[in-house]
């Protein structure tokens, strides 16, 4: 009786192809994970920069709003009237323009540079510095204009 020679080649090239499978598999599946993390995580930053940037506008928009009101109060008070005021003013600001009856703020935000004009009821004259923080502004009423001074 012949005996039959089994090669023993073949289950190892099997157990090996086996094993490459499963590491090509984990690898996909590494991969996907990977991408689908990172794609939250650049929708999650680009979300954050939005929202970052209408809690400035927001604060620029209070921060004129308030000054000009209480100019025009002042103002319609009369000549000796004078008044200080206390307002917060957020990082990026870049400029602050006053005009006879404009408040003119350039403000820098993820998206870019961004120009706010609020206009002004009564004529107003001064200057305003730009940094960051609490501005303890004081608006004066004249004869023909309101003088804001920091």
């Known amino acids: 009786m012949k005996k039959l020679k089994i090669s023993k080649r073949f289950p190892a090239k099997k157990c090996r192809f086996k094993k490459a499978q499963v590491g ?12 689908a993390i990172m794609s939250v995580l650049v929708l999650a930053m ?4 939005q929202v970052k940037d209408k809690i400035k506008l927001n604060q620029v928009e209070s921060f ?11 103002f319609f008070a009369g000549e000796p009237s004078k008044t200080t005021i206390s307002l917060y003013l957020p990082d990026g600001v ?3 323009n006053i005009t006879s009856n404009y408040l003119i ?28 923080g609490i501005k ?3 608006l004066e009423a004249t004869d023909n204009y309101l003088l804001i001074s920091q």
């Not at 540079?113 to 730009?130: A, W």
């Open 24 to 35: 090509i598999e984990y690898m996909i599946i590494v991969g996907f994970v990977t991408f």
């Open 136 to 138: 303890k502004l004081t």
């Open 64 to 74: 004129a709003e308030q000054l000009l009101n209480s100019a025009e109060s002042v």
């Open 105 to 132: 703020i350039s403000i820098n935000l993820s998206s870019g540079q961004n120009r706010r004009v609020f206009e002004s009821k009564v004529p107003i004259q001064g200057t305003v510095s730009t940094g960051e």
């Open 46 to 49: 680009s979300y954050s920069g």
């Open 94 to 96: 870049e400029e602050i």
